[in-house]
């Protein structure tokens, strides 16, 4: 059974970072794409980024230059690098193993 468990939320100070992580039960080159996505209260779920197997990468606009994707295949895992945090960066954070595979979510609160 294929399990995507994310991690490393929390509460951070705006201009501050964080770093997420997807640790997945399966080699994560097992997807054509693997993904982060975030829903804030009130609002669509919405792709922050993705990665495809073969490296390339798409990024929303409102984080391009401040977040950056990565995996690690002998880990697993997939990475969220989240730097310059915005209070509208604030939502749960979903990893997604395309197309079916969801993780469970990790809040991400950006406020002072």
């Known amino acids: 059974q294929v399990q995507l468990v994310e991690s490393g939320g929390g509460l951070v100070q705006p201009g501050g970072s964080l770093r997420l992580s997807c640790a997945a039960s399966v080699s994560v080159s097992n997807f054509n794409t693997m993904g982060w996505y975030r829903q804030a209260p009130g609002k669509e779920r919405e792709l922050v980024a993705s990665?495809?197997?073969?490296?390339?990468?798409v990024y929303a606009d409102s984080v391009k230059g401040r977040f950056t994707i990565s995996r690690n295949n002998i880990k697993k895992t997939v990475y969220l690098q989240m730097n310059s945090l915005k209070p509208e960066d604030t939502a749960v954070y979903y990893c997604?193993?395309?197309?079916?595979?969801w993780g469970q979510g990790t809040q991400v609160t950006v406020s002072s």
């Open positions: 997604n193993g395309s197309p079916y595979y």
């Open positions: 990665m495809t197997r073969g490296g390339t990468t």
